[in-house]
């Protein structure tokens, strides 16, 4: 079946705009992640959905980053007033509910100049 | 939250077995291990999962120490499309932790 699927695959903006990133997670998966990975390290953590609401928002570094799922299904990572140190892959993940494996998109990798 | 500790890079002789050990002696009792791994620009793969059985599906075996404290995933014949970063992880709630991971070289 599908898996998650994530666009734009690349994306290059310039300091200061407004950027939109959208994921699609696996059909009937209530549970939505969100992760950043910069070069040379491991995916870290930003935000988790189940359902509609955001269940755990502890990872976003700022007020900057925004993430939403109207309708618990495809969701969409937005940062405002975008930086250099913002570019990164971001990488969404799915799980049939929380707890449970979850599996992931292959990333939108961002370049901010 | 159980860190994890794995070394930093392993090489693999093509159509050996890899034997990938991650420490997590901080470890609690419902916290389970689980094993990704990253492909040179792509996103994390599922490996595995365990608590404290060892574990087997068709892509590894995963092995976990009585004490919970160490655990070792191991591919039974390695190939050069094993070549990859492989994350040992501890899950605390709904967060996977990743560390650095193991850079495997699987080799000719």
């Known amino acids: 079946g599908a898996g998650v699927s994530q666009t734009p695959s690349n994306k290059v903006t310039e300091k200061g705009k407004y950027v939109e990133l959208r994921c699609d997670p696996i059909s009937g998966h209530t549970a939505l992640y969100w992760y950043r990975q910069s070069l040379g390290q491991g995916p870290e953590f930003l935000i988790y959905f189940q359902g509609t609401g955001a269940a755990d928002d502890s990872g976003l570094p700022n007020d900057r980053f925004f993430a939403v799922r109207p309708e618990g299904s495809v969701s969409t990572l937005k940062i405002q007033r975008t930086e250099r140190g913002d570019s990164a892959v971001y990488l969404c993940?799915?799980?049939?509910?929380?707890?449970?494996?979850?599996?992931f998109g292959p990333g939108t990798r961002l370049l901010v100049l | 939250d159980a860190k994890t500790t794995q070394p930093p890079s392993m090489d693999c002789a093509e159509g050996r077995a890899a034997n990938l050990p991650c420490n997590h002696s901080t470890i609690s009792g419902n916290e389970y291990v689980y094993w990704y791994r990253q492909i040179h620009s792509q996103g994390p793969q599922y490996i595995i999962h365990?608590?404290?059985n060892n574990e087997t599906n068709e892509m590894a075996s995963l092995i976990i120490t009585e004490d919970r404290k160490s655990s070792t995933l191991i591919l039974p014949h390695a190939t050069l499309r094993d070549t990859a970063v492989y994350y040992c992880i501890v899950r605390v709630n709904n967060d996977m932790r990743f560390g650095a991971g193991t850079r495997l070289t699987v080799k000719p």
């Open positions: 993940a799915s799980s049939l509910s929380n707890f449970e494996t979850q599996y």
């Open positions: 365990g608590l404290k």
